[in-house]
């Protein structure tokens, strides 16, 4: 057994059985804490004796952070018992920390380093409410003074401020404005002169009630001129690079919520009886929990592919990991919105045993805006699209088997070497033609040829696209255009991974990918559909076999506490 898999058992070992009431880290834990805004006591102190942040320190640090997809894959461990404590806890720390792995000097990446291996947090101070996600608009200032820097400004609305110990900003460097006119800094919080700022009161949310959301304003702050992350100038640059990581690692570690909420989901209905049958067994019910099993498994499919892909495939990350955020998002809001049908009065409980169900509905909510809006993965992705369509989709090779199996090994990660725009390249979506070369079970291959039809549908229209159409203020009908294509990412994923799955394993069954493939063609038409009839009943199966073994219902299946 690999290192990573002994630490994830280690990690579910630690937190214990979320069922368990008497658990410190357990779900009643997690709601009673959630009703205080806070996180339990009882899991951040588990977390820290497990040294989680150490695992978004890279291993050439000192630290345990190797693979990315293994990371996301860790981390859901937490995410499934408490989203705040999985992001306020731990994960806000890897947003600021990808920025210095990216473009810091070697004195700040092991500055870095040491503080999260001593368990202390990093803040990313990047966003100012007035400008959304607009953060090339930032008006923070960092201003030449006396040979230091002087910083002034506002930033809102942002994780742990007011308990870190380093903070990235992301500040205007230059007045003049245009592309390089952002730098960004690394700054240790004892460092700065406590007359020249002040913490602003924390933000009261609805979701992720346990998360620390502040803000900081300061006046005339000096700084050294070392604190500068890269050149002058290349902010916006380190970003693009930065969290492709983080825009397809926080979207993967939230289908843990799903998962919960399907669990729980399942619990609620194998117990009750109505209409003198188990509830279970009613047939709007059954769809739903296949339809909801179907998006989990999708879900971690194109976020696993695109995880690996930092490390094959580092020219296309710009476009794979707004896509990632964008259908994630999607997927799981409109799954949630599913099972709390089903949960019925019972998803209003704020006590009880299924208590939790209503806190993953909220807190889920956040992955469709927070660290970027759907929309704005939409605009990041536009203006690529006719490059590709030239020069992609139809003659590129097809990408490597690593992209998708499960136990390939993985280049090392270059942050610094990923690509700001792909230039054309995207081997994920030209593997969708290549399947069809294979021998593929007849009830396969139709579901297959329709999004092959949809990929040469989009490089047709989008081909012919002009300046004008790639601007903020696209049509409908164009932005719907990057929308069909992270589900054609999305089903070349699906159909990668049911390909070099392991023989004997649920994920090399077609049934899952009928499923998936069946619930892709409907996002494009404006719903999904529900899976076919004629594989329904191999999903719940498989879903009710999974509840009784305590394993995870997603791609590994592995062994939850």
């Not at 978004?56 to 859901?76: K, Q, S």
């Not at 910083?151 to 308990?163: A, C, F, P, Q, Y």
């Not at 807190?363 to 970027?372: A, E, L, R, S, T």
């Not at 164009?478 to 699906?494: D, G, Q, S």
């Amino acid at each position: 057994m690999s290192d990573v898999h002994t630490r994830m058992e280690a990690l579910e070992e630690r937190l214990g059985d979320p069922f368990d009431p008497d658990n410190p880290a357990g779900f009643a834990a997690v709601v009673a804490a959630d009703e205080r805004e806070e996180v339990p006591a009882g899991g951040a102190r588990a977390l820290d004796e497990f040294g989680i942040l150490s695992e978004f320190v890279p291993e050439t640090l000192g630290g345990r952070f190797e693979r990315v997809d293994h990371l996301v894959e860790l981390m859901r461990s937490v995410y499934r018992r408490d989203p705040s404590l999985g992001l306020g806890h731990c994960s806000s720390s890897l947003l600021g920390a990808v920025n210095v792995w990216t473009s810091g000097s070697p004195d700040q990446r092991r500055d870095a380093a040491e503080l999260l291996l001593a368990g202390r947090k990093i803040s990313c101070a990047f966003h100012e409410l007035a400008h959304g996600n607009d953060i090339g608009s930032v008006e923070f200032a960092a201003t030449p003074a006396h040979g230091r820097l002087s910083l002034s400004g506002r930033k809102e609305s942002i994780t742990n401020l007011d308990r870190a110990h380093g903070v990235v900003f992301l500040v205007r460097s230059d007045p003049a404005g245009g592309p390089r006119s952002c730098s960004q800094l690394f700054v240790p919080v004892a460092d700065l002169d406590p007359d020249r700022f002040r913490f602003l009161p924390r933000f009261r949310s609805v979701g992720m009630r346990g998360v620390r959301l502040g803000g900081i304003e300061m006046r005339d702050c000096p700084v050294d001129e070392e604190a500068l992350l890269g050149a002058p100038g290349t902010g916006l640059e380190t970003v693009a690079r930065a969290f492709q990581l983080t825009r397809v690692a926080m979207p993967g570690m939230s289908t843990a919520l799903l998962d919960t909420s399907l669990r729980v989901t399942l619990h609620h209905v194998r117990r009750r009886r109505l209409y003198g049958r188990d509830v279970a067994a009613i047939p709007m019910v059954r769809t739903t929990l296949a339809n909801a099993f179907a998006d989990q498994l999708l879900c971690e499919a194109f976020a696993t592919v695109a995880a690996r892909s930092l490390h094959v495939l580092p020219e296309s990350g710009s476009v794979y990991a707004p896509a990632v955020k964008y259908l994630l998002a999607g997927v799981l809001l409109d799954a949630m919105e599913q099972l709390s049908l089903v949960m019925g009065a019972e998803f209003y409980r704020r006590d009880g045993e299924h208590a939790v169900f209503q806190k993953m509905a909220r807190d889920i909510k956040p992955v469709g805006f927070g660290h970027i809006a759907r929309a704005a993965c939409l605009s990041a992705m536009l203006p690529q699209l006719p490059t590709l369509a030239r020069r992609a989709w139809s003659g590129a090779a097809p990408a490597p088997a690593a992209l998708f199996a499960p136990d390939a090994a993985l280049p090392p990660l270059d942050l610094a070497g990923l690509r700001v725009v792909a230039g054309g390249r995207d081997g994920l979506a030209q593997s969708l033609n290549a399947a069809l070369d294979d021998d593929v079970p007849e009830r396969l291959r139709p579901l297959i040829e329709t999004h092959v039809r949809r990929l040469a549908s989009l490089a047709e229209a989008c081909a012919g696209l002009g300046p004008r159409d790639l601007s903020i203020a696209a049509s409908v009908e164009v932005r719907e255009l990057a929308a069909r294509y992270t589900t054609v990412l999305a089903a070349a994923a699906c159909v990668g991974v049911w390909r070099h799955a392991p023989a004997g394993d649920f994920l090399a069954r077609p049934e899952w990918l009928v499923a998936a493939l069946t619930r892709l063609t409907g996002i494009d038409a404006g719903r999904p559909e529900d899976v076919p009839s004629e594989v329904e009943g191999a999903l719940v199966e498989e879903l009710l076999d999974r509840d009784d073994r305590t394993v995870g219902f997603g791609l590994s299946a592995r062994r939850y506490r």
